[in-house]
């Protein structure tokens, strides 16, 4: 948190303050003396203001908020994604960077950012990339009102049909506020994962997602206060309780007529 000490907090949210986009872009500009349209060019710069982002504890989940402070530690990895516009090479590139934190052996969750994509066009054309170029399938669809339609993406992560649920978040208004990050992503659970290390109360209803990472690593008693943190946070940050637009099985909202457009044209 040093790095941002003074940093802005533009974003009121249910009595606390988060940092949006544009405060993240003054103030690395300001400290950096960097033009404001070349902030994020810097990869570094754009990973270490994500980590801060989850580290404010907008997304609610206190695991979140907690590994990304020592992400590293707990096999969190995040890659920058410059591209905007994917052909079938691009995108075949970016999946090969992904099939190697798959293979790794030490990496738990992939975050890949994508810090030129800000629209919900280009977000919704990087699904149907992923979808037409590689592996990633969506499995279910599901409508939301009659404004968006819910997507389930999902990865076989071991060729065995043991599918990974996939999250997105990024600073769109449709997104539930737990995913309106500064900088779109996709994040993968690149594991099967293992009872034995996850938290024990988690549901066992998915093959792999975010809600397995191992958390062996920390102490028992801090594990459960961050389960309470979690499902306090989030009704906070949402205003209500849970519903679909913020569950785990659904990737991301998707405006209805660009979703027509792409996928259904």
Not at 63 to 76: E, H, L, P, S
Request: aromatic share 12%.
């Amino acid at each position: 948190m040093e790095k941002f000490k003074k940093l802005k907090r533009s974003n009121y949210i249910s009595g606390k303050f988060y940092s949006d986009r544009d405060d993240y872009i003054e103030y690395i500009s300001k400290k950096y003396n960097i033009p404001k349209n070349e902030v994020l060019e810097n990869d570094e710069l754009v990973i270490e203001l994500t980590q801060n982002w989850f580290k404010q504890g907008q997304v609610g989940c206190g695991f979140a908020q907690y590994m990304a402070g020592d992400a590293d530690k707990f096999g969190w990895r995040f890659i920058v994604e410059k591209e905007s516009e994917y052909t079938k090479s691009s995108i075949s590139k970016l999946y090969g960077r992904i099939n190697e934190h798959l293979q790794a052996s030490g990496d738990e969750v992939l975050s890949i950012l994508f810090p030129n994509i800000d629209s919900d066009v280009r977000f919704a054309e990087l699904i149907q990339s992923l979808v037409e170029y590689t592996p990633f399938f969506i499995e279910n669809t599901q409508e939301y009102s009659e404004e968006l339609i819910l997507l389930s993406l999902r990865l076989d992560i071991s060729g065995n049909k043991n599918n990974s649920w996939i999250m997105a978040l990024g600073p769109f208004s449709n997104f539930p506020a737990t995913r309106q990050c500064p900088i779109t992503q996709i994040v993968i659970r690149l594991k099967v994962k293992d009872t034995g290390r996850m938290y024990h109360k988690a549901k066992n209803v998915s093959d792999a997602h975010n809600a397995d990472m191992p958390v062996d690593m920390i102490e028992p008693r801090k594990q459960d206060a961050l389960w309470e943190l979690s499902f306090k946070n989030t009704e906070r940050v949402l205003g209500h309780k849970p519903d679909n637009l913020s569950a785990a099985k659904y990737t991301c909202p998707i405006p209805k007529k660009i979703y027509k457009n792409l996928f259904k044209g």
